[in-house]
């Protein structure tokens, strides 16, 4: 059974840092999605990473995948208070197309 | 910009009656999900529905639960004689191409059981 692993699971940080956010997954998978989850809203799609080597940007976010180690990463660069949310790793089982597995969440406080 | 919407957004039950969860997806969209997240903790997939029958489903998503879109639009969640630990939020999704594309989420309904 997949297992998905994000750490660390809390995150506090000051404004203007970079910090990233990992995510380890048990079995083979080319497929992982990020989303951010503010409180009490729902889910925001980040980044969908499809390949080994997938790299995506948006804004002082980026994605990474590497599917050999099974290792996503979320790197924060400069961040800022806007960027406070619980961000959620997702890996689709190999073989098995619509069945998704998130990690536990990771909740990020900036601080101003 | 379209949107998923889901409707109650709150629904209080009495452990042991049925409840039904609606949801539209987004028109074009041909993948759709039924996720649940319990208050603080993580997201869990239930099923996964497509070409009008489901896909993948976990191994929450037992008897008691059943999805099915009656029309062309209303992706629908039933939950037979409901638990106390039912108690969560449900998000719907749905997706142009599957696990290949990024899936938008509804607001959720937060399911209370009393």
């Known amino acids: 059974e997949l297992k998905v692993e994000q750490n660390p699971l809390f995150l506090s940080m000051q404004e203007g840092k970079n910090y990233t956010i990992y995510c380890n997954y048990s079995?083979?998978?080319?497929?992982l999605y990020w989303y951010r989850q503010d409180p009490g809203k729902s889910l925001e799609s980040l980044f969908v990473?499809?390949?080994?080597?997938a790299v995506k940007q948006e804004g002082r976010l980026m994605a990474s995948l590497d599917t050999k180690a099974r290792l996503s990463t979320l790197h924060i660069t400069a961040a800022v208070h806007d960027l406070s949310a619980t961000y959620f790793c997702?890996?689709?089982?190999?073989?098995?197309?619509?069945?998704?597995?998130f990690g536990k969440g990771t909740r990020l406080h900036i601080l101003p | 910009e379209p949107e998923v919407t889901q409707t109650p957004s709150h629904q209080v039950t009495q452990m042991g009656q049925e409840v039904i969860l609606r949801c539209v997806p987004i028109?074009?969209?041909?993948?759709f999900y039924w996720y649940r997240q319990i208050l603080g903790q993580k997201v869990e997939f239930l099923v996964s529905f497509y070409n009008n029958e489901i896909s993948e489903k976990s191994e929450i998503f037992d008897d008691q639960f059943s999805v099915e879109r009656p029309d062309g639009s209303n992706f629908t969640l039933k939950i037979r004689s409901t638990k106390l630990e039912d108690s969560a939020m449900y998000f719907c999704a749905s997706s142009g191409q599957g696990a290949y594309d990024e899936q938008y989420f509804g607001p959720g309904t937060r399911l209370t059981v009393t």
């Open positions: 079995t083979t998978s080319d497929r």
């Open positions: 028109s074009n969209h041909l993948y």
């Open positions: 997702a890996v689709v089982l190999m073989n098995r197309d619509d069945k998704i597995i």
């Open positions: 990473l499809l390949s080994n080597g």
